[in-house]
């Protein structure tokens, strides 16, 4: 059964916080590429943890080793989320940014200076200054160009791809513009050299399934908190690389991985928060396993975002003095995140105004800080993005519309 306005409206009394009203109406939470509401599910599993089993790993007690059941279960949840072999390539951490600062660590520790490494003008910050910071070890960054429509230039992307590469690291949907890029492009370009590929999928993972497996990336990283869950970091490595990375350990930390990455004590309460975020979006889908019931949830829940953000997106663009940002909708694989901008209006005001009326966007870089500037659109605000997912209605969509165009009508 597909994901349709039926499921989407039985799906939002999963979450309470959409029962919140502002000024008698519903709060329209368009605010999901910045972090989703959660379903009770999620709640209840984090409260459920700190109510029976809170304690540290590895004592000889019942709920120490619950707890280390628990773990082991979520890194199988997270490898049935994104396609991988096993729970061993699965480690977890605050989030994305810090668990891509300390891999770049780690991947320092395998550079010489001169070597370079790949990075985008689309990224987001957290997947270009971890490795922008390596320059004051000799370490060359090389950036591919962004272009006008909001896709990266391939031509640029194979001239900055040299055989000093050691790295690629790329995105894989824009969280400002909602650009999905071509990572068979960025994995033939380093495979030819020998580079490792390390996939920023923090956006695209809240959207559409993901398979680490043909994506054939070296590292992927995605945060729970864009799909439905807690705060954590989820970093996913190829089987046996993790190991020969020196990565910053304790003597008493683990040597294998997927520990081997993981510092100090996690939050064992937001895991189980974690698991039940990905069990429930595979209560959407159908199959034997997780990780059929994921695949299918996510293809049905993405048809469903794609068609309201294409409604939205060639809705606004009637608006007069409206531009969007980013690719169009004629291509299903495009994030259901839509940026504008409205001449004579700064963003910030524009977005004042729809919080004002219980219409939660955000306006600003996202700490896409680099496509911002690129764009040019820096000095003037940066952008007001609407962002999609899979608890939004046409109608809140609608809603903003009206909005949007009588702030465009009182210029
Ligand atoms: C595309 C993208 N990459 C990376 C990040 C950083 O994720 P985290 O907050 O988990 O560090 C974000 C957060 O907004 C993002 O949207």
Redesign the pocket.
């Given at each position: 059964m597909p994901f349709t306005e039926t499921e989407c409206r039985r799906c939002r009394f999963d979450f309470p916080a959409l029962a919140r009203t502002w000024n008698e109406r519903p709060l329209a939470y368009l605010d999901g590429?910045?972090g989703s509401q959660v379903p009770q599910a999620v709640i209840d599993a984090i409260s459920g943890y700190y109510r029976t089993c809170n304690a540290n790993t590895e004592g000889q007690f019942p709920t120490s080793r619950e707890s280390d059941r628990l773990i082991r279960e979520v890194r199988q949840a997270a490898a049935a989320f994104l396609g991988a072999p096993s729970w061993r390539e699965i480690s977890f951490g605050q989030?994305?940014?810090?668990l891509?600062f300390a891999l770049s660590y780690a991947l320092a520790r395998e550079m010489q200076p001169g070597d370079e490494i790949v990075i985008t003008q689309l990224?987001?910050e957290?997947?270009r200054g971890p490795w922008l910071n390596l320059q004051e070890r000799g370490i060359i960054v090389r950036e591919v160009a962004l272009r006008r429509d909001g896709t990266l230039d391939p031509e640029d992307f194979a001239r900055q791809v040299t055989e000093r590469a050691r790295l690629v690291a790329v995105?894989l949907?824009?969280?400002a513009l909602g650009t999905v890029n071509d990572i068979a492009l960025a994995r033939r370009l380093s495979r030819e050299i020998g580079a490792w590929l390390l996939v920023?999928a923090?956006?695209h993972a809240a959207h559409f399934p993901i398979d680490v497996q043909a994506l054939d990336a070296d590292f992927l990283?995605c945060?729970a908190?864009?799909f439905y869950g807690p705060?954590v970091?989820i970093l996913y490595t190829r089987p046996g690389l993790l190991e020969r990375l020196r990565t910053d350990k304790l003597r008493t930390q683990e040597d294998e991985a997927p520990d081997r990455i993981e510092t100090g004590t996690l939050n064992h309460a937001a895991l189980a928060g974690v698991r039940a975020a990905i069990e429930y979006i595979a209560s959407w889908g159908r199959g034997e396993t997780l990780r059929e019931r994921v695949v299918t949830a996510m293809t049905d829940i993405a048809a469903y975002e794609h068609g309201i953000a294409a409604h939205y997106f060639s809705a606004v663009r009637q608006i007069p003095g409206v531009t969007v940002w980013g690719p169009d909708f004629t291509t299903p694989h495009r994030a259901p995140t839509v940026s504008i901008t409205l001449d004579g209006v700064t963003p910030l005001e524009i977005a004042k105004r729809l919080g004002d009326a219980g219409l939660q966007v955000w306006e600003g870089n996202?700490?896409?800080v680099r496509p911002i500037e690129v764009l040019g659109l820096a000095e003037s605000g940066g952008v007001v993005r609407t962002g999609i997912c899979m608890y939004n209605l046409r109608e809140e969509v609608d809603r903003l519309l009206e909005v949007l165009s009588g702030i465009a009508a009182s210029r």
């Open positions: 590429p910045a989030n994305m940014t810090t891509t990224d987001h957290a997947n995105g949907a824009s969280n920023d923090v956006h990283l945060s908190y864009k705060h970091g996202f700490y896409a």
